[in-house]
């Protein structure tokens, strides 16, 4: 290994353990409760060797971020791919981003922190652009499972895809922050969950057609003198 190579393992090595020793912090303390001088101390650098690497607390936040975006995107397309039919597939998907939530809650809570206009000053675009990207690319996993469902005829109710997956993603998100704010208990989180589904699932399912019911119900009066007899 030469010198350059060695030289940019090393940095690499840092950065990973400034990350690895914030995210402890982050988890234990919350965002607001750790300092630059808090991960400096906990690692043993100076706040100088910590500033070669991160200009901010915030943007040491965004990077652990993005990993965990990252992750919750892999848990969400492996899930979208299993199932016997579209509605298992909408359920993985689901299932998934609760077990993420559960897993990994003091990150769920911290999720939309980087969206706060005040604190985005300090976080580098191009950070801030890939978050982004991240957070629509798991929004986008719903979308191709309600696609799926619509081409192979199992929803059809003309509704856009991107609505139908937004309705669901805010619905998830929605019953997840009735629990964090403890409207409800923890317990009755997946029960709630699992009924919002259902309400989506069956608008989404395709109805019968009103003519359709009406001649089919035609043709039973049609037929009951004949099999009565």
Not at 185 to 198: I, M, Q
Request: aromatic share 6%.
């Amino acid at each position: 290994m030469g010198i350059r190579e060695r030289k940019a393992r090393d940095i690499e090595t840092r950065r990973r353990l400034i990350l690895s020793t914030a995210t402890d912090l982050f988890v234990r303390k919350g965002f607001a409760g750790v300092t630059l001088d808090d991960i400096a101390t906990a690692i043993e650098f100076s706040k100088g060797t910590i500033y070669n690497h991160f200009e901010s607390k915030e943007e040491i936040f965004a990077a652990i971020l993005l990993e965990q975006l990252n992750l919750l995107l892999a848990l969400l397309r492996t899930a979208a791919k299993a199932g016997r039919d579209t509605a298992d597939r909408l359920r993985n998907v689901m299932t998934a981003y609760l077990r993420f939530y559960r897993e990994r809650r003091e990150y769920f809570r911290l999720l939309f922190f980087i969206d706060v206009v005040s604190d985005q000053e300090r976080v580098p675009n191009a950070l801030r652009k890939e978050i982004r990207l991240r957070k629509i690319a798991c929004l986008t996993e719903l979308k191709k499972v309600v696609k799926q469902g619509v081409r192979a005829g199992d929803y059809a109710n003309g509704r856009p895809a991107v609505e139908v997956s937004l309705v669901m993603w805010g619905m998830m998100n929605g019953v997840i922050q009735l629990a964090e704010s403890r409207q409800i208990d923890d317990g009755d989180l997946e029960r709630l969950l699992g009924a919002g589904f259902d309400i989506v699932q069956s608008g989404l399912t395709p109805k019968t057609d009103p003519t359709s019911r009406r001649i089919r119900h035609g043709l039973i009066r049609k037929m009951l003198p004949v099999l009565k007899s």
